[in-house]
C-alpha cells in the first residue's frame, strides 16, 4: 500500500536540504523526496550530521509564518509543497538556517 497521504498521481519533488549553522557550516541532504520522506527522516539525517545539542526542523510556510514540526509525524507533502511554490524547511542552530528547493 502507499504511504499515507501519497496519491499516485503526484510526482515525485526531490529537494537539497541546506543546512548553516552559525559558525558558517554547511550540511548538504541530496535528493530528498518530499512526497515521501517524514520528519522523523530528516531529524535522524540531521542528527547524523549536526552533533549539536540545539536545533529544531521547522517549516516555513509562506502567508502562514513558521511552523514546527516537532509534534507531527506527518509527510511534507502534506504541507502543500508543489510546483511553483517555494516552502522552507529551516532547522535553526542558534542563529543558522536551512531551507530546500523544489528541483524539477
Given at each position: 500500500s502507499e504511504p499515507v497521504g501519497r496519491s499516485a498521481t503526484l510526482p515525485s519533488c526531490f529537494v537539497t536540504l541546506e543546512v548553516k549553522t552559525l559558525g558558517g557550516e554547511r550540511i548538504l541532504l541530496h535528493d530528498v523526496d518530499t512526497m515521501t520522506v517524514t520528519v522523523d527522516n530528516l531529524y535522524i539525517r540531521v542528527s547524523s550530521m549536526e552533533k549539536s545539542t540545539k536545533w529544531k526542523l521547522a517549516l516555513v510556510v509562506p502567508?502562514?509564518?513558521?511552523?514546527?514540526?516537532?509534534?507531527?509525524?506527518?509527510?511534507?507533502?502534506?504541507?502543500n509543497l508543489a510546483a511553483g511554490e517555494t516552502y522552507r524547511v529551516e532547522v535553526p542552530l542558534d542563529m543558522g538556517a536551512c531551507h530546500t528547493t523544489c528541483r524539477r
Open positions: 502567508g502562514r509564518g513558521l511552523v514546527t514540526l516537532k509534534e507531527y509525524e506527518r509527510l511534507l507533502s502534506s504541507y
